[in-house]
């Protein structure tokens, strides 16, 4: 496959074609657990069935300590991406339009609310002290 080698424009597919080079995988011997194989079946798709430029969607899981967000880092907090998708963008032909047109959600304050509570309640304690000290070597 030619093209860029920096995952832009090609997406998935370049992205997967270097994690498939990596020889420093979790599915790798040099894994601290070689028999976790949860990234062996994404690493094993076969990259012709990966549409050019698709993009896999991150996970929501903390997502309330990533902020900024938008691909731009226009928007500082949650409850403003949710007030921003509630309320829709304009069709790319109104004056001043910057994205893609896409319907809004007309939620009610308190289901913009509820949303961000979900939104926060999918953020995880860090995992202890002990855990991410570095191993005493011997």
């Known amino acids: 496959m030619g093209g860029p080698k920096n995952c832009l424009p090609w997406g998935q597919r370049d992205g ?6 990596n020889g420093f995988r979790r599915d790798s011997m040099w894994s601290d657990d070689p028999q976790d194989m949860t990234s062996a079946s994404f690493v094993s798709a076969d990259l012709a069935t990966i549409p050019l430029g698709a993009y896999r969607t991150p996970s929501l899981r903390d997502v309330a300590l990533t902020a900024p967000y938008m691909h731009d880092g226009s928007i500082a907090t949650l409850a403003d991406v949710v ?8 069709a790319p032909n109104t004056p001043g339009a910057q994205a893609a047109p896409f319907k809004p959600l007309y939620l009610t304050a308190d289901e913009q609310a509820a949303l961000v509570a979900f939104l926060e309640a999918l953020t995880c304690d860090p995992p202890p002290a002990a855990v991410l000290a570095p191993p005493m070597l011997p």
């Open 16 to 21: 997967l074609q270097k994690l498939k080079a």
């Open 83 to 90: 007030w921003h998708y509630s309320q829709g963008v304009a």
